[in-house]
């Protein structure tokens, strides 16, 4: 066993330079390299010591890597690579649409059962950290409601499917919470809101050269999973107002429980997050689990598991000693 965690970053957009960041915060950790499906001499990594390779060589290095963080998307990357590298590795990935979560973890599971290795996902903030939040606050609190409310942020995912529309030369989308919702819910009532109530979406769009705007903003908002119960507005603008106006990637969020202990005692649960950088908050996540991930393989642990799976000790490099005399 290696005296740190050996990490590799399996794809480098937004996220991998965000999980190449967060393993210098993690001293117990080091990274091997970025595999990415570009040619490695045409991947520039936020380090000029950072080593880049072919995600072909992936499979020949499998006794090098403790643990795989897959950088990926969900639309497309993931569904793939999640099962067939959880066969290889220990991995770690932030797979996040919701309604396909129970399939995903089952197409992981299998895999990962069968190899030995242990595969969390859908690590990062939502799924992720509110996730833990949810469940906390519902089972303190049995007689409630749950709410989570996003943004206003730009997210990574559905950002990601935009741009893998046929004819989008580039996108961004927004998430908008509505502040009469929150504030009805922050009272203490727990009002029944439909989807399109909570929040509304916003989509900055480039077209490629040709492509028919009808058609693509069509394919934005009747998208299952992404758009279609949304009320969702697309803006077509430039290539250089997408650079100029909409590079950074804040986002964020709450979770709100509302519920009572006992009639008319009301009591509220809030969970938020304000994130300057969406992409490296989760990656900072993905890293911090990357180590619970190595320890729960070392358990003999394996399978998919996620983030309520995980006991909380094992993602500090603390020991249980210290963090009882430090956090409890």
Known sequence: MSEKIRIGIAGYGNLGRGVEVAIEKNPDMSLVG????????????????????????????????DVLILCGGSKSDLPEQG???????????????????????????????????????????????FSINRLYAEALLPDGETYTFWGRGLSQGHSDAVRRIPGVAGAVQYTIPSDAAMDAVRSGARPTLA??????????????????????EQAIVTMPHYFDEYDTTVHFISADELARDHSAMPHGGV??????????????????????????????????????????????????VTVLDVPPSLLSPKSPATLRAELL
Request: charged share 20%.
């Open 34 to 65: 970025i595999f990415s499906r570009r040619d490695p001499s045409q991947v520039t990594p936020l380090r000029e010591t950072t080593p880049v390779f072919s995600m072909e060589t992936l499979t020949e290095r499998t006794a090098d890597i």
């Open 255 to 304: 979770v709100i429980h509302s519920g009572e202990t006992s009639d008319g005692t009301s009591q509220v649960v809030e969970y938020g997050l304000t994130l300057s950088s969406n992409p490296e908050f989760t990656a900072s996540v993905l890293v911090t689990y990357a180590r619970a991930v190595f320890r729960l393989s070392a358990q003999g642990q394996h399978g998919a």
């Open 195 to 216: 989807t399109n109530e909570k929040h509304t979406r916003e989509c900055y769009v480039v077209l490629a050269d040709g492509a028919d705007a009808a058609e693509v």
């Open 83 to 129: 099962p067939a590298l959880a066969a290889l590795f220990n991995t770690v990935d932030s797979f996040d649409t919701h309604a396909r979560i129970p399939e995903y973890f089952d197409a992981v599971d299998a895999p990962a059962k069968a190899a030995g290795k242990t595969a969390l996902i859908s690590a990062g903030w939502d799924p992720g950290m």
